[in-house]
């Protein structure tokens, strides 16, 4: 993976030396994202910059990378991989295109040369780039169909600014760290989730999955390339099992391919397993073997206590699939200070705060990753595709209006100093939120009942839950220059499980039923049929202790940016309670609030953030 910036400016009196720094700046802001290369193009009103992680054809696919054909010239900087490189390069080369080296870059950049904008429904990838047309004077962006790759942009006063991550609009010149009242809500009545295209800080936008667009002097023009389609699911389910299974082990071996060392992931439930298990066979078969990733806290032996969603410990499933692979396996296990201190370099990573210890946490599990191999893949997405979190098998849960991961607007609210969101209302804020998402849910006109709810909360989950989750794994793993991979967001997954039927996804009453059914006598059988457990967090009490700490140490400075914004004594109260009410999710219950108001605090703070 990489970091990719670039400044397009209309303006005459542009000065070329202060642009070239800027770009040098936004570059080096990224540089996590690609230590191993770095290039900078720069041409008449045109500037683009790349830092590059080299996964693949190491030596030919530097960037920003240039192609002349026809009457165009094209320079390209590009954030991904591409998982159909072999068949995309064949009928390329059908039409008459040659190439160089063997990486996906340079396939990217003559397929945008061949099919233009249609070049994005030719992939399959994960994706984030930017290719400037010299002779038009024009520059087209697009963003991959699921998410996975981020893309953050300005467009103002003629100019526009783009870059991998926040930072790197942040480190241009002209970019002010400024958050009004709507970026403020975004912190405090959604986050770690934000507004599908909100970027927080004033005037910056996020380009949505699935988008593209063109920027010319005519400004910019943005449009959806791809949308989950509701249909008539005809298949048996014993054809769906098989049509999973098909789709399941395409993705993971297509997203093998690496001129690297390989990992994966592994808490010993059922995602990760049938990633590892299926990346040991196919790495096997070619002689080369893979390691696998598992992390621990310490004493969360002692201190764990089973929950409705945490209901066992990860560690003897661990082991029984450690039994099942050949794999050379590594065992990482933190501690609370190292946890707690990793807090804040978690929101430098993601520019914003997020989702507490289980950041930091991800953080240090990627850079410890990063000690053996420089790709791992990673089950995410599973549970949003195929219906696994309770929201989606609970009928009460199901059925209550709102965010199901987030029932919290009141209580978020009461923490807010008066006035703080001007005329914002939060209960409006969320709820139309969630109402524009629901309207946007295809379905068929004849779907009622479960059904239905069923394509409504695939839309909620995927617009919403598994965008927070996406750019927390983006952002700790190329933190720690780690390139991860997830194979469950393969589009064309999600495109098939959208309109299987609830019944199907609900195979004999389990979660992620038809998964499992898919994936019979790949897994232990003991490993296939666990029940879901979420990320680890750690259990300790030492943890809570220790936030603790330091938030009472922040309400005693006068000074600390988080008073500007939130109440003393609601503060106060929390750190003598224990709310049972869940700041987001499943895992961020007190300890994990009082953490992510310490994220906040050290966000306005290390940000410079100025609220107006």
């Known amino acids: 993976m990489c970091g990719i910036a670039g400044v397009i400016d209309w303006r005459r009196d542009q000065n070329q030396a202060e642009r070239g720094a800027a770009l040098q700046a936004m570059r080096a802001a990224l540089q996590n994202r690609g230590p191993d290369q770095q290039g900078l193009y720069q041409q008449g009103s045109a500037g683009l910059a790349h830092t590059r992680l080299s996964v693949v054809d190491l030596q030919g696919g530097r960037q920003p990378m240039a192609l002349a054909w026809g009457q165009e010239h094209y320079i390209l900087v590009y954030n991904g991989e591409l998982y159909n490189t072999p068949e995309v390069r ?18 990217l950049l003559h397929a945008y040369a061949q099919w233009g904008p249609g070049c994005v429904g030719e992939l399959n990838g994960i994706f984030a780039f930017a290719v400037w047309e010299s002779a038009r004077q024009r520059l087209f962006v697009a963003r991959d169909r699921i998410g996975v790759k981020p893309f953050f942009y ?22 002010s760290p400024d958050v009004d009242a709507e970026g403020l809500a975004e912190i405090m009545l959604l986050g770690p989730g934000r507004t599908p295209g909100c970027g927080v800080f004033r005037g910056v936008a996020e380009l949505p999955p699935a988008h593209c667009g063109f920027f010319d002097r005519d ?4 449009w959806a390339y791809w949308q989950l389609r509701d249909r008539e699911h005809r298949d048996t389910f014993a054809q769906t099992v098989e049509t999973v299974r098909e789709l399941v082990t395409d993705a993971i071996t297509r997203q093998l391919v690496s001129d690297v060392p390989v990992g ?58 450690n039994e099942a692979l050949a794999a050379i396996h590594h065992q990482v296990t933190l ?7 990793a807090l804040f370099a978690a929101v430098d990573a993601r520019d914003l705060p997020g989702m507490a210890d289980v950041d930091a946490s991800l953080l240090l599990f990627c850079r410890e990753i990063k000690r053996h191999v420089t790709v791992a893949l ?14 989606y098998r609970d009928a009460e849960i199901r059925a209550r209006y709102g965010f199901p991961w987030a029932q919290s607007t009141d209580y978020r609210a009461d923490f807010l100093l008066p006035g703080v969101l001007g005329a914002i209302d939060p209960r ?34 995927l617009r919403w839950f598994m965008q927070t989750l996406l750019d927390r794994k983006d952002r700790m793993s190329m933190a720690a220059g780690l390139e991860v991979r997830v194979p469950f967001c393969d589009y064309r997954i999600a495109e098939y499980l959208y309109s299987v039927p609830w019944d199907m996804k609900d195979h004999q009453g389990q979660e992620k039923g038809l998964l499992r059914a898919a994936v019979q006598g790949l897994l232990p059988e003991e490993v296939r049929l666990r029940k879901k457990s979420p990320y680890p967090k750690t259990h300790h009490p030492d943890y809570l202790r220790a936030v603790r700490r330091a938030l009472r140490k922040v309400l005693d400075d006068p000074a600390a940016p988080l008073l500007q914004i939130a109440r003393k004594e609601a503060l106060e109260a929390m750190l003598d309670a224990d709310n049972p009410t869940p ?20 966000w306005l703070k290390a940000y410079k953030v100025r609220l107006v």
């Open 90 to 107: 064949k009928e390329l080369a059908a039409l008459g295109h040659e190439f160089v080296g063997h990486s996906d870059t340079e396939v």
């Open 154 to 175: 300005i467009a103002r006063d003629q100019a526009f600014l783009f870059a991998s991550e926040l930072k790197g609009l942040l480190a241009h010149p002209s970019v």
């Open 219 to 222: 400004g910019l023009r943005v």
């Open 264 to 321: 994966a992931f592994l808490s010993g439930g059922l995602d990760s397993s049938i990633i590892a298990s299926l990346a040991d066979s196919a790495l096997r078969a070619e002689g080369e073997g893979l390691h696998t990733f598992s992390v621990g806290y310490r004493d969360n032996e002692r201190y764990f206590r089973a929950g409705k969603f945490q209901p066992e410990s990860d560690d003897a499933y661990i082991r029984r699939m």
């Open 335 to 341: 501690d609370t200070e190292p946890l707690v201190d």
């Open 378 to 391: 990673s089950g995410e997405c599973a549970d949003e595709i195929f219906g696994g979190y309770p929201w």
């Open 428 to 461: 409006e804020y969320v709820d139309q939120r969630y109402r524009d998402t629901l309207a946007a849910a295809h379905a068929l006109p004849d779907l009622t009942g479960t059904e239905r709810r069923m394509r409504e909360m695939t839309a909620l989950n």
């Open 583 to 602: 700041w987001y999710g499943q895992l961020m219950t007190t300890p994990q609030t009082i953490a992510y108001f310490l994220q906040v605090n050290y």
